[in-house]
């Protein structure tokens, strides 16, 4: 092929659009061009998508550099936001192809599947998802025994509650018809990394899908982002889907948040309690004790978007202290007025303290979503 004809050809509309959100991978950046190249070439016309979180070691100017050379090449660089699923719904609506692949940055993904994903597409299929899971699969890139006990139960947790029985459900690697995403999109809770399931659990029942083998290679580069905090926020998506959208998937997050700072509350108070420390001292204590790491749980977790840093992190904690303080007395004062007053809870003491404490919930998550992490 002469290179006129060569640069016509990559010139012409994509077929294919791969996005790869990415965060910190700069050293994989020309390995997987260079692989989607290799794999994709007379296959299809194709274009990567590069969705950069502001990554400190340059990725989204790794990725530029390649694109001032190669069309196919384009990067977009969020700043101020953060989170897989967000980026990949960036990726997509950044997208004119019929056809669009997700996977990630990192190499372990087996490029070698695209093509299968790309033909069931092109024969009238609406999804196809790379599988560890079916026969010719490998997932034994995921390091690890704690990552391996994440990745399962994730799994056997999104098969209880799909209505498509997936073999692998938590796969980041899978290629969709764009019309069908658009369709979905409004659907879609945009929180989280596990995209893929977010789109099945939205999706209608009617979805033509199928898993093709894919190997899960060891990383080369970078660092794993699967960890605790993740099966947490695909917890919080999860019920999210099952409430269909009337309780928001950052308010639950909020919510199982102030759930383990009871636990740590109490676990604080009888440590307090043992060191001899008088009731009250002890209970100040497990309060403190627990809004602190109330306070980190949410900047890691339920506000990992927003999540603050430096100057504004100790500004933000200042907040937080006086906001859940103003929290507690509103808990223990709407509490007593129930318990004493004249409604259907009036005498009951867990039906008071309940009430109490969704009121100081629906108070700290209110100040902390417009003031903390506005």
């Not at 936001?81 to 990630?104: N, W």
């Not at 905090?229 to 919510?255: N, S």
């Not at 700072?261 to 109490?266: A, D, H, L």
Request: aromatic share 10%; charged share 20%.
């Amino acid at each position: 092929m002469t290179a006129l004809a060569s640069e016509t050809l990559i010139s012409l509309p994509a077929e294919l659009s791969i996005v790869v959100p990415c965060y910190n991978e700069a050293l994989n950046v020309v390995p997987l061009v260079h692989a989607l190249d290799g794999a994709l070439s007379g296959l299809c016309r194709w274009e990567a998508i590069f969705v950069d979180d502001n990554s400190p070691d340059g990725t989204a100017d790794q990725a530029r550099e390649i694109a001032r050379q190669d069309p196919r090449v384009r990067v977009i660089r969020r700043v101020g936001r953060r989170g897989l699923s967000s980026a990949v719904i960036e990726g997509f609506l950044s997208s004119s192809a019929p056809f669009v692949a997700v996977m990630d940055g990192d190499l372990q993904h087996d490029e070698a599947a695209l093509g299968p994903m790309l033909d069931f597409l092109r024969s009238g299929g609406d999804m196809a998802v790379a599988s560890r899971h079916v026969e010719g699969g490998d997932s034994s890139g995921l390091a690890g025994k704690w990552r391996h006990f994440l990745s399962e139960t994730g799994i056997r947790a999104s098969q209880f509650v799909m209505h498509h029985k997936l073999a692998d459900p938590m796969s980041g690697f899978f290629a969709i018809r764009r019309p069908l995403f658009e369709q979905i999109l409004p659907r879609l809770s945009g929180t989280g990394f596990k995209i893929l399931l977010d789109l099945v659990m939205s999706a209608p029942r009617e979805l033509k899908i199928i898993e093709v083998p894919a190997v899960f290679r060891s990383r080369v580069a970078g660092e794993s982002k699967l960890d605790a905090i993740v099966l947490i926020q695909f917890a919080t998506m999860v019920l999210d889907k099952l409430t269909k959208g009337y309780l928001p998937t950052r308010f639950m997050a909020f919510a199982i948040v102030g759930l383990i700072g009871v636990f740590v509350n109490v676990a604080a108070m009888n440590v307090a309690h043992w060191l001899g420390m008088r009731f009250s001292l002890a209970q100040l204590f497990g309060t403190m004790v627990a809004i602190l790491v109330n306070f980190w749980l949410n900047n890691r977790f339920t506000y990992y978007d927003r999540r603050l840093k430096g100057a504004r992190l100790y500004g933000g904690l200042c907040i937080f202290v006086i906001a859940c303080s103003i929290g507690a007395f509103a808990n223990i004062g709407v509490a007593h007025m129930i318990f004493a007053g004249n409604s259907p809870a009036h005498g009951h003491w867990d039906r008071s303290s309940a009430a109490g404490a969704v009121i100081g919930v629906v108070w700290n998550y209110a100040i902390a979503s417009t003031l903390v992490w506005r």
